[in-house]
């Protein structure tokens, strides 16, 4: 399997689950009781939170700030912090954050200081939800097999909203995770292992904040996820012991988690972190993004893949584009 097919796997994956995610309620009976098992994209209830009225296939603002990033860093030639304001800000100005219910709250908080002109390192200085985690994965493809390098970059794109050691931690797991999933060798064993290296690595950078260990929360979700037990008895145990909402220890512990229990298979990842519940498209997103790379776009099922290039909104970030910038920055041609 060639580069750039995992490249684009890994931008589709996220935005697979991004999607798939997108209409589960926060708990899971809600879930079942109105979906049932969700197997494929699905419109949004009515009257969800957060999603209500948005239509089947709909990305959210995971996988519109992970593009924006991507973006951005290809016109910069690489990750930097003023390439991290400018997209994060864009994206924010662009999609009406003031108003959207969309937008996480150490997002908004920065942004809203980076708009007062605050310094980009004080800016986040308090950032500890996922929004860290949810959008990193371009960084990740951009350093294939470098997973210390990645971490590094991670902690950039964490700067301006999320810049404390939890959410560089949670932020480093994912990008090293997907930097060994792009490399032709791959394993689950292996991306695993990145995961909590990026964990610790990433912990050393930012602010020091409260929050307990990204690294001992993937390894708890993995053990949970290798059990013998049902996909369901699974899933509730994740959602009960793992934890599902907007803290990044807990939604990058459960992405690692789903990610084990469909060994790495797109379709099969995105419809566990949809059942989970929760903040499930973040999940899922995540999960998706290092499943993607790590299977290529072949995995990804076509009708998703159309379903996904049809969306207006998905389409807009052109990102069969991003995949070529991204080829092409990491190839230096």
């Known amino acids: 399997m060639n580069l750039k097919s995992k490249i684009l796997g890994g931008l589709y994956g996220q935005a697979l689950g991004d999607a798939w995610g997108m209409p589960a309620y926060f708990d899971p009976d809600q879930t079942w009781r109105t979906f049932g098992w969700i197997t494929t994209f699905l419109p949004a209830p009515a009257d969800h939170e957060v999603h209500g009225g948005l239509p089947a296939g709909r990305i959210t603002d995971d996988s519109e700030q992970a593009f924006s990033l991507a973006r951005a860093y290809l016109a910069a030639g690489g ?11 864009d994206w924010y100005d662009r999609t009406g954050g003031d108003q959207s219910r969309y937008v996480g709250p150490s997002t908004r908080r920065g942004v809203l200081a980076l708009k007062r002109g605050e310094d980009p390192y004080q800016a986040g200085r308090m950032g500890d939800t996922n929004g860290a985690a949810m959008r990193v994965s371009p960084v990740g493809l951009l350093h294939p097999g470098a997973p210390v390098a990645a971490v590094e970059d991670a902690y950039l794109s ?25 490399t032709p060798d791959a394993t689950l064993d292996s991306i695993v292992a990145a995961g909590i290296l990026g964990a610790e690595l ?80 973040t999940v899922a997103a995540i999960a998706c993004a290092i499943a993607g790379a790590y299977q290529g776009i072949d995995a990804i099922p076509e009708w998703a893949v159309a379903a996904l290039n049809a969306d207006e909104i998905f389409a807009s970030y052109d990102v069969p584009a991003l995949a070529d910038g991204i080829e092409k920055l990491v190839s230096g041609a």
């Not at 999320?162 to 999933?181: F, K």
């Not at 939604?251 to 099969?268: N, R």
């Open 79 to 89: 990750v930097t912090v003023d390439a991290s304001v400018k997209a994060i800000v």
């Open 158 to 182: 964490c700067v301006p909203t999320h810049n404390t050691n939890v959410a560089s931690s949670g932020a480093g797991a994912v990008a090293a995770a997907v930097s060994i999933a792009v």
């Open 202 to 281: 990433g912990r050393k950078r930012g602010t020091v904040w409260l929050g307990p260990s990204v690294a001992r929360r993937i390894e708890m979700a993995v053990q949970i996820a290798l059990r013998p037990d049902e996909p369901l008895v699974r899933l509730r145990d994740l959602y009960a012991d793992i934890g599902t909402s907007l803290s990044i220890v807990e939604t990058v512990g459960a992405a690692f988690g789903v990610l084990v229990m469909g060994k790495g298979d797109p379709a099969t990842v995105a419809m566990y972190a949809a059942n989970l519940s929760g903040d499930a498209d």
